[in-house]
Nanobody
Framework: QVQLVESGGGLVQAGATLRLSCAAS????????MGWFRQSPGKEREFVAG????????DYTDSVKGRFTISRDNAKNTVLLEMNSLRPEDAADYYC?????????????????????WGQGTRVTVSS
């Protein structure tokens, strides 16, 4: 069984930087891709960033491009999300997700239903 544990959330002012971490455990952990999603009250969960585990190919939702960076440490089974120039609209519960199933060419990270494993989330609050 794979477990994902997020950390690094908190309360910051607009313009600040936060780094989220997602640590994966489990003897069978061998992901195809991992992603970060977020959800704020009254809104649907939305894709933020994703990374292919083996190749490192990354993608981001448009609203965070140039501000957020996703990276992975294969040896530590960890994926990071560095969030710079935070805005009040970035405030949300952030979730780490992993899929171990190989996807077809053209698969898109934002297909949240195609991730088998999810963390419990870490809250990011941004004051204006």
């Amino acid at each position: 069984q794979v477990q994902l544990v997020e950390s690094g959330g908190g309360l910051v002012q607009a313009g600040a930087t936060l780094r989220l971490s997602c640590a994966a455990s489990g003897r069978s952990f061998s992901p195809y891709a991992m992603g970060w999603f977020r959800q704020s009250p009254g809104k649907e969960r939305e894709f933020v960033a994703g990374v292919r585990w083996r190749t490192g190919i990354r993608d981001y939702t448009d609203s965070v491009k140039g501000r957020f960076t996703i990276s992975r440490d294969n040896a530590k089974n960890t994926v990071l999300l560095e969030m710079n120039s935070l805005r009040p609209e970035d405030a949300a519960d952030y979730y780490c997700a992993a899929t171990q199933q190989r996807k077809p060419i053209g698969w898109r990270y934002e297909r949240s239903r195609e991730y088998e494993y999810w963390g419990q989330g870490t809250r990011v609050t941004v004051s204006s």
